[in-house]
């Protein structure tokens, strides 16, 4: 995988077959599209680079992390050919270089987008160098789906460093492209550039004038450029875990993909990252907003990963007209409700218009029954508030966080703890789905003093821990995840308000909803009391973690409170999700966050 957040590459290799296969991808080159399956990161095409005489060849490929170079060797007899290559970090082009030894070979490279899902793709020449453009459009052009937005990339392909170059084919190959024989000792480089509409009014214009003013000092300042700015990453943080060399080796590994994959603010890296090689990505390869979005920003704030840390908020926020919609058309009240899977300049990847409204979708809205997507939204934003104090992130963020808070206040449910003398009336709305008002001796709730609310408790309904199309959990109640991530909010909004010294006048009313939320559920199993994924609904599930996330990343639960931390800590034992493909990046830390010894930990990494 190589790629500098905004420019990606995936390198496959089929010896017995062959070609070498560069796949390309660019951060901003996707369909602008709602519904499922009808819009979300799509892949440009990519480079072959066929070389017949190492056919059936042997091979080797190694990644130097700390200059983010990767270095392919490919023998066949005394033949032999290495291919070294990297992604600018500071510009988007990728260079690779071909050298031979033993005997001179012949090689054919090709240019080619990918078509699929309605794209639209063309393919030239000019001046020596091969170029490509796939573009998804919009109107009748754009087929059955067109594109909500236009999208258009460009990408140009040059060989330099080869006397014979010429656009052919090859001996007893019917595929034409850049043919060149590469000499022993001899250096050829192939570069390839690629812009979209995002980077430029026309991309392939901007694209070829980049490859066309390239020169070999050029590619070595590029080269130098690139280097300094990896060291400049790597130089952020340092991580030693001794006598655990394939930890650190993991660790740096993660690190580099953060580096490689995560630069645009604009178009941040969804399910499967940077990089995308199919038109049909398992699960529109969104942004899903049920953990899978904000864990990849996890650790980067500890990290001191800034850069990283700030790819994640543009897409929430430019969500929020159609997350209000939704508010108000699903449930009557104020604030933002995001559905499952989202895509960059407010898409909605997720949406199936056509089915009936039920417990998972509503309005064509994909909900699974969840009400917890926007808080859980605001983990990444709290992290990276906490470890910075930046005030002007603070302003910028504060408006989608003030929306999360009004959501919770209309949504939550206050349930008086003693109810002798007080008439309690849960009054009816005209929407079905919207929850209860509490009406106390004939007063809305919300209008009532906070120094007059009787003691009670606010409650969660209606809100499934899991996605309800697996458990049918949609009725469950105080799920211990939206329960975490609620305290979350209002301890976000408290702390954000007070330094931004706004809405003073309602952090009375925030700090009785967060002192006087319902604890977390509980029971008995094999002998220990730990965490119920909810106090009605869903009692345990074994697979996942999202009956943990409230410890973390909720941080909800710690070890300033000894009995809840021994909870956590029976909870772990109970769950063992140690080898989980689902959410295996959150239990550990969870583990940690409440005491669990550090040797289990170790043996089960």
């Not at 209002?490 to 009313?509: C, G, N, P, Q, T």
Request: with cysteine.
């Amino acid at each position: 995988l190589l790629g500098n957040g905004g420019l990606g590459a995936v390198i496959t290799a089929q010896p017995d077959s062959w070609p070498l296969k560069f796949w390309v991808m660019k951060s901003n080159f996707c369909k602008l599209r709602h519904d499922h399956r009808k819009g979300g990161p799509r892949p440009f095409g990519g480079v072959d680079i066929d070389i017949p005489a190492i056919k059936g060849s042997t091979w080797r490929s190694e990644q130097d992390i700390f200059p983010a170079i990767t270095t392919c060797r490919f023998s066949r007899g005394e033949t032999n050919v290495l291919a070294r290559t990297f992604i600018a970090a500071t510009d988007d082009i990728l260079i690779i270089e071909l050298t031979a030894e033993g005997a001179a070979v012949d090689v054919n490279t090709r240019l080619w987008p990918i078509p699929g899902r309605g794209s639209k793709e063309q393919t030239g020449r000019k001046d020596g160098i091969q170029w490509a453009t796939k573009a998804f459009v919009s109107g009748p052009e754009g087929g059955t789906h067109p594109a909500e937005i236009p999208t258009l990339a460009g990408c140009a392909l040059t060989v330099m460093g080869a006397k014979d170059a010429a656009f052919g084919v090859l001996p007893g190959q019917t595929a034409t492209g850049t043919v060149f024989k590469l000499e022993p000792g001899k250096t050829v480089t192939i570069v390839l550039v690629m812009q979209s509409n995002f980077d430029a009014k026309e991309p392939l214009d901007a694209a070829l004038a980049k490859v066309a003013g390239l020169t070999p000092e050029k590619i070595k300042d590029l080269e130098q450029a690139h280097r300094q700015w990896w060291r400049e990453f790597w130089a952020q943080s340092l991580v030693e875990i001794e006598d655990e060399p394939r930890l650190q080796q993991a660790y740096y590994a993660c690190t580099y993909e953060q580096g490689a994959g995560m630069r645009d603010k604009d178009f941040p890296p969804g399910l499967f990252a940077l990089w995308i090689t199919g038109d049909d990505p398992n699960w529109a390869g969104d942004y899903h907003l049920n953990f899978d979005f904000q864990s990849q920003y996890y650790s980067l704030s500890k990290n001191n990963r800034l850069e990283q840390m700030a790819t994640f908020d543009q897409p929430i926020l430019e969500f929020m007209p159609r997350a209000r919609w939704y508010a108000d058309v699903c449930l009557g009240i104020r604030g933002v409700y995001y559905p499952v899977g989202i895509w960059a300049k407010g898409m909605e990847t997720s949406r199936q218009p056509g089915i009936r409204d039920n417990g998972s979708v509503d309005h064509g809205g994909v909900f699974l029954g969840q009400k917890s997507n926007a808080a859980y939204c605001l983990v990444p934003m709290a992290a990276r508030w906490y470890h910075w104090y930046d005030l002007d992130y603070a302003k910028k963020v504060y408006p989608f966080v003030v929306e999360v808070a009004n959501f919770w206040e209309d949504y939550l449910q206050y349930e008086p703890a003693d109810t002798n003398g007080v008439a309690l009336v849960a009054s009816a709305s005209t929407n079905a789905r919207a929850p209860k008002v509490m009406t106390i001796n004939g007063v809305p709730f919300n209008q009532i003093p906070v120094s007059k609310i009787p003691a009670g408790r606010y409650v969660i309904a209606s809100d499934s821990i899991h996605e309800n199309i697996h458990t049918g959990g949609g009725g469950d109640m105080n799920g211990v995840l939206s329960l975490g991530l609620v305290r979350n909010a209002f301890e976000l909004i408290l702390d954000m308000s007070k330094e931004l010294k706004v809405d003073a006048d309602r952090r009375e009313r925030w700090e009785h909803i967060l002192k006087n939320m319902s604890k977390f559920p509980t029971f008995e199993k094999d002998g220990k009391t730990v965490f119920r994924f909810t106090e009605k609904g869903t009692e345990w599930v074994a697979d996942n973690s999202v009956g943990t996330q409230h410890i973390y990343p909720a941080g909800a639960v710690g070890l300033d409170d000894t009995k809840l931390a021994e909870i956590g800590r029976n909870t772990i034992t109970a769950k063992s999700r140690w080898n989980c493909d689902n959410g295996v990046n959150s239990f550990y830390p969870s583990a940690v966050r409440v005491g669990y010894d550090p040797k289990v930990l170790l043996e089960r990494l």
